[in-house]
């Protein structure tokens, strides 16, 4: 029989943290965006599937069918990059609760985490709406809560192997599939047909199978090693608790010149957008040009001031984490930004100029791909050191000709390949090219931050030594 102590401590965590009213907070905010959302969904339907007829070529009674195959596949890419908590082992195996009692209760407990639940409350205003158009019967409902669950399991499977390299591939899978989807409609399984609830049986059972047994192998490991060292690896593994991470939002909370920085870029988005709304936004050059600097906004502002944010603490930085755990959280931190931009970016596209979601996609993977580690390494060349408490007005400090360099390094290369592929094969090719060229750089990130890291290590005392004058 089940123990359901671990969900029961879980929620008297939540219940008896502070911070679990901000939680709600953002929740109930969501909500009621999601709500407005709804409405103007439901008004606009029919003219939203006209355009996806008309822009993607899909036959107008395959439109739901296909959404909603976008909407799953969106599901689980989203689901892959959502942080996750781990449990903490040690403390409960003290307690005795047994290892199945702690799998059992994480897996249910992603199941209904807040972040999965506000993905699905975004998500049911579209699906809802197709599932009308469709006619959708119980079997064909009961199949998509099976497919919703399984996408899930398929996430932890993920995460508890935490390698890249697999990230990388589903990520990749997911990609194409989308493209097949957008490009061959007529072939895709329908919603209606019984064979697709029993397909959602065998892959929830399936996904929950390799997450159960993926899960106990990495607890297994946990929990050989000793204390600190899990101390530790539990801190790498909660992008909450990871002190690196709440340096930076301190940095960025606290002080003048970063937060400036940041409220500045994010203002930038709407005028970014705006300067799209007439014949512009047609061009797909302007398209990659504007995915490239929305989607790596922070990458760009803070990338480039990358050791210079730190300058007045970092011997203390230096001191406390190795190169390697600072580069590795530069690039999770840029990676968690740029998704955070991106999805802003592809919902304002999607629903003001009708167009792919292909193109913000490829640009996306990208950034993260090749930006991110040209713009880390660009930021040796800046060794003035940056008075955070000065405002961002008139205030040149540590920009230099690199800046200039690493922004057009960043823009030009997207957007001559887009152009290049595009006249000889086609936009689609070009974007689908672009995407998969990010790719290829998310696979070689290990070796790309192990180089950076040696560059770090090599030049620290260096930087040390000019951020102290």
Same mark, same amino acid.
């Given at each position: 029989?089940?123990?359901?102590?671990?969900?029961?401590?879980?929620?008297?965590?939540?219940?008896?943290?502070?911070?679990?009213?901000?939680?709600?907070?953002?929740?109930?905010?969501?909500?009621?965006?999601?709500?407005?959302?709804?409405?103007?969904?439901?008004?606009?339907?029919?003219?939203?599937?006209?355009?996806?007829?008309?822009?993607?070529?899909?036959?107008?009674?395959?439109?739901?069918?296909?959404?909603?195959?976008?909407?799953?596949?969106?599901?689980?890419?989203?689901?892959?990059?959502?942080?996750?908590?781990?449990?903490?082992?040690?403390?409960?195996?003290?307690?005795?609760?047994?290892?199945?009692? !702690?799998?059992?209760?994480?897996?249910?407990?992603?199941?209904?985490?807040?972040?999965?639940?506000?993905?699905?409350?975004?998500?049911?205003?579209?699906?809802?709406?197709?599932?009308?158009?469709?006619?959708?019967?119980?079997?064909?409902?009961?199949?998509?809560?099976?497919?919703?669950?399984?996408?899930?399991?398929?996430?932890?499977?993920?995460?508890?192997?935490?390698?890249?390299?697999?990230?990388?591939?589903?990520?990749?899978?997911?990609?194409?599939?989308?493209?097949?989807?957008?490009?061959?409609?007529?072939?895709?399984?329908?919603?209606?047909?019984?064979?697709?609830?029993?397909?959602?049986?065998?892959?929830?059972?399936?996904?929950?199978?390799?997450?159960?047994?993926?899960?106990?192998?990495?607890?297994?490991?946990?929990?050989?090693?000793?204390?600190?060292?899990?101390?530790?690896?539990?801190?790498?593994?909660?992008?909450?608790?990871?002190?690196?991470?709440?340096?930076?939002?301190?940095?960025?909370?606290?002080?003048?010149?970063?937060?400036?920085?940041?409220?500045?870029?994010?203002?930038?988005?709407?005028?970014?957008?705006?300067?799209?709304?007439?014949?512009?936004?047609?061009?797909?050059?302007?398209?990659?040009?504007?995915?490239?600097?929305?989607?790596?906004?922070?990458?760009?502002?803070?990338?480039?001031?990358?050791?210079?944010?730190?300058?007045?603490?970092?011997?203390?930085?230096?001191?406390?984490?190795?190169?390697?755990?600072?580069?590795?959280?530069?690039?999770?931190?840029?990676?968690?930004?740029?998704?955070?931009?991106? !999805?802003?970016?592809?919902?304002?596209?999607?629903?003001?100029?009708?167009?792919?979601?292909?193109?913000?996609?490829?640009?996306?993977?990208?950034?993260?791909?090749?930006?991110?580690?040209?713009? !880390?390494?660009?930021?040796?060349?800046?060794?003035?050191?940056?008075?955070?408490?000065?405002?961002?007005?008139?205030?040149?400090?540590?920009?230099?000709?690199?800046?200039?360099?690493?922004?057009?390094?960043?823009?030009?290369?997207?957007?001559?390949?887009?152009?290049?592929?595009?006249?000889?094969?086609?936009?689609? !090719?070009?974007?689908?090219?672009?995407?998969?060229?990010?790719?290829?750089?998310?696979?070689?990130?290990?070796?790309?931050?192990?180089?950076?890291?040696?560059?770090?290590?090599?030049?620290?005392?260096?930087?040390?030594?000019?951020?102290?004058?």
């Amino acid at each position: 029989m089940i123990d359901l102590f671990y969900l029961k401590h879980r929620w008297k965590e939540f219940s008896r943290n502070p911070s679990s009213v901000n939680y709600i907070f953002v929740a109930v905010i969501f909500g009621a965006m999601v709500l407005l959302m709804s409405i103007g969904l439901y008004e606009n339907w029919e003219f939203i599937k006209e355009a996806i007829e008309s822009e993607l070529q899909v036959p107008k009674n395959l439109v739901p069918v296909a959404v909603l195959w976008l909407v799953v596949i969106a599901d689980l890419m989203a689901k892959i990059f959502i942080p996750k908590t781990f449990p903490k082992l040690f403390y409960y195996h003290t307690l005795n609760v047994s290892p199945k009692d !702690i799998k059992v209760g994480y897996l249910i407990e992603s199941i209904f985490s807040l972040w999965f639940i506000l993905l699905f409350a975004l998500e049911i205003s579209v699906v809802s709406l197709c599932i009308k158009d469709l006619d959708l019967g119980t079997a064909g409902i009961v199949g998509l809560i099976l497919f919703w669950l399984a996408n899930t399991f398929i996430s932890i499977y993920n995460f508890s192997l935490a390698n890249t390299k697999v990230t990388a591939l589903i990520t990749g899978l997911l990609i194409v599939f989308q493209f097949l989807v957008i490009s061959f409609p007529g072939y895709i399984p329908n919603f209606v047909d019984l064979n697709f609830l029993f397909f959602s049986v065998g892959l929830l059972l399936l996904s929950s199978f390799l997450a159960y047994r993926q899960l106990s192998v990495l607890f297994e490991s946990a929990l050989k090693m000793d204390r600190s060292t899990s101390g530790q690896f539990l801190t790498s593994l909660d992008l909450f608790k990871d002190p690196l991470m709440q340096l930076e939002v301190a940095t960025l909370m606290r002080n003048k010149r970063a937060r400036g920085t940041a409220i500045m870029g994010i203002v930038m988005i709407p005028y970014f957008l705006l300067i799209g709304a007439g014949k512009a936004m047609e061009s797909e050059m302007f398209q990659v040009l504007i995915s490239i600097m929305i989607s790596g906004l922070f990458i760009f502002q803070m990338g480039t001031y990358i050791f210079a944010w730190e300058g007045s603490f970092f011997d203390l930085i230096m001191s406390k984490f190795s190169p390697r755990q600072f580069i590795e959280h530069k690039y999770r931190f840029f990676t968690y930004s740029s998704l955070f931009f991106s !999805i802003i970016l592809m919902v304002s596209i999607f629903f003001t100029y009708r167009t792919s979601l292909l193109l913000p996609l490829a640009c996306f993977l990208y950034n993260i791909g090749w930006n991110i580690p040209f713009v !880390i390494n660009n930021g040796f060349k800046n060794t003035e050191k940056i008075d955070l408490n000065r405002g961002i007005f008139m205030n040149y400090q540590g920009f230099n000709g690199m800046a200039i360099v690493t922004m057009v390094g960043s823009l030009v290369p997207p957007i001559a390949i887009l152009g290049v592929v595009s006249t000889y094969f086609g936009s689609m !090719i070009g974007a689908f090219t672009l995407g998969l060229l990010g790719m290829i750089g998310i696979l070689l990130k290990n070796t790309l931050i192990k180089s950076l890291s040696s560059k770090l290590e090599k030049k620290k005392y260096y930087l040390s030594a000019c951020y102290r004058s």
